[in-house]
């Protein structure tokens, strides 16, 4: 942050034509601004860069958006992606860490999508979105925070049968997206990583041997990619797993159908499955060795306000399970419910802030651990 202090040091030889709030900050020593900036809300960072060239530069540098972000890691939220019509509206609010009963949170609207902008959101990576729509051939990132978005570049495939992931590799602070295609069998065809650099270009690397389709939503956990796929030519489910810092393909056993849900599981892979009887039993696997395939279980009786017409989206880093409405017509009373598994108690959270979709009928995806990146892409 030298240039930045060099910076500041020259601006306050500026004469008195300086305006007054340039003037209040030459009074306020350079490491206590650089605090209070760091512990103003994401939304007002973009305004205050707007102040002076002297602030433009305190807020830009690599120093103070790093200490930003790891700042805005101890102190995660909800993000909300409201999917109305064929348009996308993404709120966030803090993420309770111990919800009090019939406590309520305020979600707050970021930056509107572009129109043209696809709706099918994948689970956010340390600040960015990644929205598809492969049917149009449209791919885009996407700051919610900053409003900045990539479009990348197309990848021409002949089959009809493709998907992309997104990914964050900790290791090396990548984005990185993962493109594959399949033929008709089940086979894979062509797989494609595209990293999110000053010049996205796709590279064709080694896709996975075994023939496989994917069956349910994916997931990222400290740089792997994990997401469900059948076997071709048989009743056979497992886990697909793919290393984003090496790059490399892999697989896990697990027992069970293809009706998984996965989630992050402090840090591990988690997996839960209703009973097939009932959605009041719930069944979560846990992996506590890759290599040797071992997973640990357990089940949970849920009382019916928390699973009726709510969804699982995820677990607290304390544990909790936390329940949201998908789809419907929200009413004035949207709540998410966080089920501790070892006491077996719920609490509910209501959240406001949608009331001007409560006439229309709404998906909801509502993702954990969202943490404001302020980076410009």
């Not at 479009?151 to 990185?176: C, Q």
């Not at 490399?248 to 998984?260: E, M, T």
Request: aromatic share 16%.
């Amino acid at each position: 942050m030298k240039n930045v202090e060099q910076h500041f040091s020259e601006d306050l030889l500026i004469t008195q034509s300086s305006n007054s709030v340039r003037n209040y900050s030459y009074l306020i020593p350079f490491e206590i601004l650089i605090d209070i900036f760091s512990r103003v809300p994401a939304r007002s960072i973009a305004r205050f860069r707007c102040v002076s060239k002297l602030w433009e530069s305190i807020l830009g540098s690599p120093d103070f958006t790093e200490l930003f972000l790891t700042k805005s890691v101890a102190r995660p939220r909800l993000l909300f992606a409201l999917e109305v019509g064929k348009e996308l509206f993404v709120f966030s609010s803090p993420q309770p860490q111990n919800p009090d009963e019939n406590s309520s949170l305020v979600a707050t609207p970021y930056k509107y999508f572009p129109k043209d902008f696809p709706i099918n959101i994948c689970p956010p990576l340390n600040g960015l979105v990644f929205l598809q729509d492969l049917k149009r051939k449209l791919q885009v990132v996407y700051n919610p925070v900053t409003g900045e978005s990539i479009t990348l570049p197309e990848v021409t495939a002949t089959t009809s049968f493709k998907r992309s992931y997104f990914g964050f590799d900790p290791i090396s602070k990548k984005w990185k997206v993962l493109y594959m295609t399949w033929s008709r069998d089940g086979t894979p065809k062509s797989t494609y990583v595209l990293t999110l650099t000053g010049k996205c270009l796709w590279r064709k690397i080694q896709g996975p041997v075994f023939p496989h389709t994917p069956t349910c939503d994916e997931i990222c956990i400290n740089g792997a990619l994990y997401y469900g796929a059948s076997v071709k030519g048989s009743y056979i489910y497992t886990i697909v797993c793919f290393d984003f810092r090496f790059e490399k393909f892999g697989r896990i056993k697990i027992n069970g159908d293809h009706k998984w849900t996965l989630f992050n599981c402090k840090g591990k892979l988690g997996a839960h499955q209703y009973n097939l009887w009932g959605y009041e039993k719930l069944t979560l696997w846990v992996l506590e060795d890759a290599g040797k395939h071992q997973w640990s279980k357990s089940i949970c009786i849920l009382p019916s306000i928390v699973y009726e017409k709510n969804m699982i989206v995820g677990m607290t880093s304390s544990g909790e399970i936390v329940f949201s409405p998908y789809a419907g017509y929200l009413s004035n009373s949207f709540y998410i419910f966080f089920y501790n598994v070892e006491r077996k108690t719920y609490t509910r959270v209501n959240i406001k802030g949608f009331e001007e979709f409560k006439h229309q009928f709404t998906l909801v995806h509502t993702f954990l651990d969202f943490v404001e990146n302020i980076k410009f892409i």
